[in-house]
T-cell receptor, first 112, second 114 residues
């Protein structure tokens, strides 16, 4: 039972354009959501997060949007840069503990 | 600033062999975690610990054991390696659990069981 889903395994975007990565979840008990970025041969690194009481959080070129009624969140990267090419994981935290539930990941390729 | 350190980076095991994946963190974090990542899949939690002497099972604990004798170290033990345990293993730590739980990851151990 996949509680956090990223339905697009890959995404290709031109440099300077917007990248939009999507994530859907099924468990209404999730109250904190995170995006992690992973380069090859490295561990995931924290990128940005959002609490369920908010619908938007922005950090520089990265913005995360949360639509609770649709159980959907998205990560926007504007403008996209070649260095953003990586695998992006969406993760959710249930309010009863510290565990994170990860999606399958989306591989973003930003072409010069 | 070391963060979370995992050793070894790569390992090949024969079926039935055993090994310990090492993980240490220098951030004085209370919580530590072990994940595995299979190709095309997200990270799945194997075991976690909320402090020294306390461990609990995650989503996929079968075939693994853990111990937490110190705050810094959280080794993962494979007793009888099987091909299904071929994966990339990540150790992570966080200051606390609950909401706003930001986990910091090591670089991973790539394990092949042949």
């Amino acid at each position: 039972d996949q509680q956090v889903k990223q339905n697009s395994p890959s995404l290709s975007v031109q440099e300077g354009r917007i990248s939009i990565l999507n994530c859907d979840y099924t468990n209404s008990m999730f109250d904190y959501f995170l995006w992690y970025k992973k380069y090859p041969a490295e561990g995931p690194t924290f990128l940005i997060s959002i609490s369920s009481i908010k619908d938007k959080n922005e950090d520089g070129r990265f913005t995360v949007f949360l639509n609770k009624s649709a159980k959907h969140l998205s990560l926007h990267i504007v403008p996209s840069q070649p260095g953003d090419s990586a695998v992006y994981f969406c993760a959710a935290s249930p309010n009863q503990g510290g565990k994170l539930i990860f999606g399958q990941g989306t591989e973003l390729s930003v072409k010069p | 600033n070391a963060g979370v350190t995992q050793t070894p980076k790569f390992r090949i095991l024969k079926i039935g062999q055993s090994m310990t994946l090492q993980c240490t963190q220098d951030m004085n974090h209370n919580y530590m975690y072990w994940y595995r990542q299979d190709p095309g899949m997200g990270l799945k939690l194997i075991y976690y610990s909320v402090g020294a002497g306390i461990t609990d099972k995650g989503e996929v604990p079968n075939g693994y054991n853990v111990s937490r004798s110190t705050t810094e170290d959280f080794p993962l033990r494979l007793e009888l390696a099987a091909p299904s345990q071929t994966s990339v293993y990540f150790c992570a730590s966080s200051l606390r659990g609950g909401t706003k739980n930001i986990q910091y990851f090591g670089a991973g151990t790539r394990l092949s069981v042949l």
